[in-house]
């Protein structure tokens, strides 16, 4: 079974830019979060998506958004990049109504903001 | 405010040894705690949890404590091995059973190294 894709891996983007990363879950699993890891902050939720729909929000400003799209897979935009927005962004997928443990995580990807 | 602390960034352990990471948290409606593995470039991968109705939950090498007066939970693993060095996260959630349950809360993390 494959695990949790993310595209791109790697991204280098200015100040002012907007990015968009992708998520691709695990085969039959509709819920997919993301999540900011960043030396300063550790891991923070920034949202989760299920049926197409937000169903958590973290602590984040407005500039950071995403969508799910019928198959399941998911994308996140962060728009206006400031350079603290220069983290590691995961993405987890799991069955909807099971335990946060049955999360699984995907290798992320890492935004570098100059 | 952090909801979920760990308070060394850091630890070296010789093989062997225990190995022994520590995590506080302050929110008292956190009824499931969670340790996740993380090695760099990849994602975080879940190692054990435990219920706020148990004390201790164990799985081969790896057991966590819970002390809910103290709002303390901790990871032992013994024996330790060199494979073990990684950051483990611990996090904490609320209702976890049913539902939406994306919403973890994680610390910052503990690096651990395991000496040969």
């Known amino acids: 079974k494959a695990g949790v894709t993310q595209t791109p891996r790697y991204l280098i983007k200015t100040r002012g830019q907007q990015v968009t990363l992708s998520c691709s879950p695990i085969?039959?699993?509709?819920?997919v979060s993301w999540y900011q890891q960043t030396p300063g902050q550790g891991l923070q939720f920034l949202f989760e998506?299920?049926?197409?729909?937000?169903?958590n929000k973290g602590n984040f400003p407005g500039r950071f958004s995403g969508r799910q799209f019928s198959n399941s897979r998911s994308e996140m935009n962060v728009s206006t990049l400031e350079l603290g927005d220069s983290a590691l962004y995961l993405c987890?997928?799991?069955?909807?109504?099971?335990?946060?443990?049955?999360?699984?995580f995907g290798p992320g990807t890492r935004l570098t903001v100059l | 405010d952090q909801q979920v602390k760990q308070n060394s960034p850091s630890l070296s352990v010789q093989e062997g040894r225990i190995s022994i990471l520590n995590c506080d948290y302050t929110?008292?409606?956190?009824?499931?705690f969670l340790w996740y593995k993380k090695y760099p470039a990849e994602g975080p991968t879940f190692l054990i949890s435990?219920?706020?109705?148990?004390d201790k939950n164990e799985d081969g090498r790896f057991t966590v404590f819970l002390n809910k007066s103290a709002k303390h939970l901790s990871l032992h693993i013994v024996p330790s091995q060199p494979g073990d060095s990684a950051v483990y996260f611990c996090?904490?959630?609320?209702?976890?059973?049913?539902?939406?349950?994306?919403?973890?809360?994680f610390g910052k993390g503990t690096k651990l190294s395991v000496k040969p």
């Open positions: 996090a904490a959630t609320t209702g976890n059973y049913g539902g939406s349950q994306g919403n973890l809360i």
């Open positions: 929110n008292s409606m956190f009824d499931y």
């Open positions: 998506y299920f049926s197409e729909t937000q169903r």
């Open positions: 085969s039959g699993h509709r819920s």
């Open positions: 987890a997928s799991k069955v909807v109504g099971l335990a946060a443990d049955t999360q699984y």
């Open positions: 435990i219920s706020s109705i148990k």
